[in-house]
């Protein structure tokens, strides 16, 4: 057989798939003159339930080798193509580990030695990742392998979050540096405060992905008796319900990852506090989120949690981003985190700079970063970065209903200003003169709002959103976004922004309309900077939108 390459228009042979029961006999009967025995290959070893990839350039002693150990597998499926070579069928490996986990069908038994944080750029490369890695997966398909097409797969949080992902060369420094930071201090004594290390970095540098693939390193480290991990206690902790979500999917389909070791910082801090123990590493994601006022309705009882963490762990590694914090009661004065860093028993920092989410250049993010000032600015052109200004709510959601049929992950997002358009138990969206309005801010306890089918018809919150990407988004900024055309300025009116929890834990806080004030440009900022390809707004108030659209027109 011999296929098309549509787009080169070159022949090129096709993917193979051999399979055999998973047995000694099947292996010892194989010819030793078989051509694939000594030539680069990847497999794939599954059960009802589970799977294990792999591959390797000598396929019968390392069948052989796992015939000795691995369990819950019953069948053999060997990957091959004329044109495979050891960078190949390296690089692919890790990408179908990738893709599995996103596929849910199996529970992988890989471990992140298996996949490989950097595979090394190579001779047509895009024609390995895109043409032959998509007739792959057709193959896998008809041979019931996997459930789910590419495209679906890529639009899942749990595969934008998968601790398999190859990583950029600045990810693997610091992945590499927290690893040696917790290595360092993992065995210290006790000490009334732990280790500190603080990740910073603005929203869609990459944070959560590296967080993720280093957990995943630690754990397995945990597992092997001649690591400096080994048996230790540790637990990845985020104070993001959507976000906590996500990653307990991810450890019900990664075999050596146990949900319990997923946390939302209050529960584990008055857990450990009761058992009087503590943790040997716990890691932070969205770290910005952590209070930093005691909330009793909530049963945290302290006065911060990232101290009460840090008392109860020898290292604590945080994931932290001051413009992301949108509750007074998370607050972080400028002079807090500094605190927290003298009273650890050692601190280091590490800056996370490249953006990775917005396929967006510069003159748009600092466009984002400028309104996120309040400071109003002509439209940036950016031939591959869609950022368009409508003039109605409901022209928007049309275009992102568009997108959403071509691209997939398009919704809009609103601020929290619409608490007081309420229809029974559903609040609503509404465009300034009311003729067109969307549901707002619903909320699963299994599923992440921007997966579920039925929120293109929605408008999501900064609470089902932040820490996630959509290909497109639009944005509608409520009437605490406004426009003073007398002064020439964006105004924020924290009297019409309806997130009442956002305000509370006034207590402390010298200029509380500032600080206020912040948490609604913050949100802003969030929302904003959520869409991989394209970046829509909708303005409620008219003088905003106005002046919008008349940027728009000189472009």
Not at 173 to 180: A, T
């Amino acid at each position: 057989m011999v296929l098309k390459n549509d787009k080169a228009g070159e022949e090129m042979s096709a993917i193979e798939i051999l399979s055999w029961p998973f047995q000694k006999s099947t292996i010892d009967q194989m010819n030793n003159q078989e051509e694939f025995l000594n030539y680069p290959v990847i497999y794939i070893l599954n059960g009802k339930r589970e799977a294990y990839i792999g591959e390797t350039v000598q396929f019968k002693t390392r069948m052989k080798n796992h015939m000795k150990s691995r369990k819950n597998v019953n069948e053999i499926n060997l990957i091959k193509h004329d044109e495979f070579h050891r960078s190949a069928t390296f690089h692919l490996e890790t990408k179908l580990i990738n893709y599995f986990l996103g596929d849910e069908k199996f529970t992988l038994q890989n471990k992140s030695k298996t996949a490989s944080d950097f595979t090394h750029n190579y001779y047509n490369k895009p024609h390995y990742d895109q043409y032959i890695f998509q007739e792959l997966w057709r193959k896998l398909h008809e041979r019931d392998l996997v459930d789910n097409n590419l495209h679906t797969i890529e639009n899942k949080d749990i595969f934008k979050l998968s601790p398999y992902k190859e990583l950029t060369l600045e990810q693997i420094d610091l992945k590499e540096k927290v690893l040696e930071f917790c290595s360092k201090h993992v065995q210290s004594t006790d000490a009334e405060y732990g280790n500190l290390l603080v990740v910073e970095g603005e929203a869609g540098v990459g944070k959560s992905v590296v967080l993720s693939s280093i957990f995943n390193t630690i754990q397995e480290l945990a597992a092997e008796k001649s690591s400096d991990f080994s048996d230790t206690e540790n637990y990845l902790v985020v104070n993001h319900e959507e976000m906590y979500k996500t990653y307990k999917g991810i450890a019900m389909r990664v075999k050596h990852l146990k949900a319990k070791y997923f946390a939302k910082p209050t529960p584990l801090i008055n857990r450990l506090q009761k058992e009087d123990k503590k943790a040997d590493i716990i890691f932070v994601d969205e770290a910005h989120l952590l209070l930093t006022k005691q909330d009793t309705y909530n049963n945290f009882y302290g006065e911060n949690q990232l101290e009460e963490l840090l008392k109860l762990a020898k290292v604590v590694v945080i994931i932290y981003d001051q413009d992301q914090v949108l509750k007074l009661k998370s607050l972080w004065g400028e002079g807090i985190l500094e605190k927290l860093k003298k009273k650890s028993t050692h601190h280091e920092e590490y800056l996370l700079t490249n953006q990775f989410r917005m396929q967006a250049n510069d003159d748009v993010i600092n466009w984002i970063n400028n309104f996120k000032q309040k400071k109003l600015t002509s439209l940036p052109i950016d031939e591959n970065y869609d950022l368009k200004i409508f003039n109605s709510l409901e022209a928007m959601h049309e275009e992102i209903k568009n997108k959403n049929e071509e691209f997939g992950l398009s919704r809009v997002v609103s601020t929290f200003d619409y608490l007081h358009k309420k229809d029974g138990n559903t609040y609503y969206v509404e465009e300034s003169n009311g003729t067109y309005k969307m549901p707002w801010n619903t909320t699963s306890s299994k599923f992440t709002w921007a997966e579920k089918p039925e929120t293109i018809n929605e408008a999501g919150s900064i609470y089902t959103i932040q820490g996630f990407d959509l290909n497109y988004v639009g944005v509608v900024l409520g009437p605490s976004v406004q426009y003073d055309a007398a002064k020439d300025k964006l105004v924020i009116d924290t009297s019409k922004y309806m997130d009442k929890g956002a305000y509370t834990g006034m207590d402390g806080i010298e200029d509380v309309e500032l600080a206020k004030e912040r948490i609604v440009l913050n949100s802003i900022n969030v929302l904003m900077k959520r869409g991989i390809k394209g970046l829509y707004i909708y303005a409620s108030d008219e003088a905003l939108r106005e002046k919008l659209l008349r940027y728009q027109k000189l472009i």
